[in-house]
């Protein structure tokens, strides 16, 4: 079984809708962390999370917002979706206790029309 | 500005040949530095991790080296092989900004 999943792992929407990309993590780290990667531009990062009362922007966090439910769910929402947030959506955890290596979810193909 | 560059952006050696892929970085204090490979339409999966005050990461026939007084890494691929083809990313932790960057990758492609 994954220890990262992110559910869609494909969605198409319209402008202006609103919504939600989910991950769980059964590695029981405690930081979580969003990033989107469009081709040329490489991986970058939108939200991340420390622990569960912990939320921080990313260089590019404008257009959306995260939710920490629980230590191993962290949730990314677009508001009001627009065309150029179509890209494929990472999610990836790592330990503070540990080497902090970072691990990556399957990802979730957004494509926003 | 903290960038993070690799170079060549696509190489393709034949199977059996010892690589090296670079990486290099502008500004010296990283926290780490992390080599993941990434394969058509898939997540990132991490090859090996740098810390700050390590100079080398060994895993199988994988090395990542570190000099920070030069602002460069590397992931040296011994006797290669044609399951290695993917894209190679570096990525490094800036703990003072808790930030992290991403390099665009060499996409690397094995012939057999």
């Known amino acids: 079984d994954a220890d990262v999943t992110q559910t869609p792992r494909n969605r198409i929407t319209k402008t202006g809708k609103r919504i939600m990309l989910e991950c769980s993590q059964t590695?029981?780290?405690?930081?979580m962390y969003w990033y989107r990667q469009d081709p040329g531009l490489g991986l970058r990062l939108i939200y991340y999370?420390?622990?569960?009362?912990?939320?921080n922007k990313g260089e590019i966090s404008d257009g959306y917002s995260v939710s920490r439910q629980a230590q191993a769910k962290f949730s990314l929402s677009l508001e009001s979706a627009i065309p150029n947030q179509t890209a494929l959506y990472f999610c990836?955890?790592?330990?503070?206790?540990?080497?902090?290596?970072?691990?990556f979810g399957p990802g979730t193909r957004l494509l926003v029309l | 500005k903290q960038e993070v560059t690799q170079i060549p952006a696509a190489l393709s050696v034949p199977e059996g040949e010892n690589l090296v892929l670079n990486c290099s970085f502008t500004?010296?204090?990283?926290?780490?530095l992390q080599w993941f490979r990434q394969d058509p339409g898939k997540g990132l999966t991490s090859l090996l991790l740098?810390?700050?005050?390590?100079r080398e990461q060994t895993s199988g026939r994988l090395n990542a080296s570190l000099d920070k007084s030069s602002g460069r890494s590397t992931l040296y691929i011994a006797a290669s092989q044609p399951g290695d083809s993917a894209t190679y990313l570096c990525?490094?932790?800036?703990?003072?900004?808790?930030?992290?960057?991403f390099g665009s990758g060499t996409r690397l492609s094995i012939r057999p």
């Open positions: 990836a955890t790592s330990d503070s206790r540990g080497r902090e290596t970072q691990y």
């Open positions: 590695k029981g780290h405690d930081r």
């Open positions: 999370s420390f622990d569960v009362k912990d939320i």
């Open positions: 500004d010296s204090a990283i926290y780490n």
């Open positions: 740098i810390q700050s005050s390590q």
């Open positions: 990525a490094v932790w800036y703990s003072s900004a808790s930030k992290i960057i």
